[in-house]
């Protein structure tokens, strides 16, 4: 496997279900980031583990639970969604330099997972 | 106000043509600006970026940065169908450890 891979590609899920969204980076890179790209809309920046630790939340209901146990995994635990929910769920990860704890510009996307929840 | 922002399209132009697209964007701190491309059923992927104001040419591709319009914009030349795809300009903030704050993309079709 190269670049960013997540899995599943597509899911359907109730409201009540409870399921997790998969990606992993082949890269080693030390950032990784979920963002939600919904129709018509920028692309929305959820959550950032830098070094391994959350560092941005920005927001997010807690029905979305984020989970980074090593450098090179994240998932994305979801339950009691809402229809407006429905969207493409992106990947990316990108190299953070220590000593400064910025980003290199370039972030590196996974192909996503389209989520539906009826 | 948005801070990066971008007409949706969809932009549809024939084979061969030169394609503009366009962001606007608020912070005149922003130094760095990307564009990202997505092709339907994929993530974005870097099509190239420049720093500051002026031009950047890559093959047919070029980017253009005007910081005192906050205007950025990426032209296509001698169009093709495999251009067709979802344009996004991205720009990093250094106060957010560049984070990359995206416009709505704009999709582009271009048909043979």
């Known amino acids: 496997e190269t670049g960013v891979t997540q899995t599943p590609r597509h899911l359907v899920m109730g409201m009540t279900n409870k399921k997790s969204l998969k990606c992993e980076q082949h890269l080693g890179h030390n950032a990784m980031y979920w963002y939600k790209q919904s129709a018509k809309k920028p692309l929305e920046l959820m959550f950032v583990?830098?070094?391994?630790?959350?560092?941005e939340n920005n927001s997010v209901p807690s029905r979305f639970s984020p989970e980074c146990p090593n450098s090179s995994h994240l998932f994305l635990h979801l339950h009691t969604l809402q229809p407006e929910d429905s969207a493409l769920y992106l990947c990316?990860?990108?190299?953070?330099?220590?000593?400064?704890?910025?980003?290199?510009?370039?972030?590196?996307f996974g192909p996503g997972t389209r989520l539906t929840v009826t | 106000q948005k801070e990066v922002e971008q007409d949706p399209g969809p932009l549809s132009v024939p084979e061969g043509a030169i394609v503009s697209l366009n962001c606007t964007y608020s912070?005149?701190?922003?130094?760095?600006f990307m564009w990202y491309r997505q092709y339907s059923r994929k993530g974005p992927e870097l099509l190239m970026y420049t720093y500051s104001s002026g031009n950047k040419e890559d093959g047919r591709f070029t980017a253009q940065v005007d910081k005192s319009s906050k205007y950025i914009s990426l032209f296509i030349r001698d169009s093709q169908p495999s251009d067709s795809a979802t344009y996004l300009c991205?720009?990093?903030?250094?106060?957010?450890?560049?984070?990359?704050?995206f416009g709505g993309g704009t999709r582009l079709m271009v048909k043979p």
């Open positions: 912070n005149s701190a922003f130094q760095y």
């Open positions: 990316a990860s990108s190299q953070v330099y220590e000593a400064s704890g910025m980003s290199s510009y370039e972030q590196y």
């Open positions: 991205a720009i990093p903030s250094r106060d957010a450890g560049n984070m990359l704050t």
């Open positions: 583990y830098s070094l391994e630790e959350r560092v």
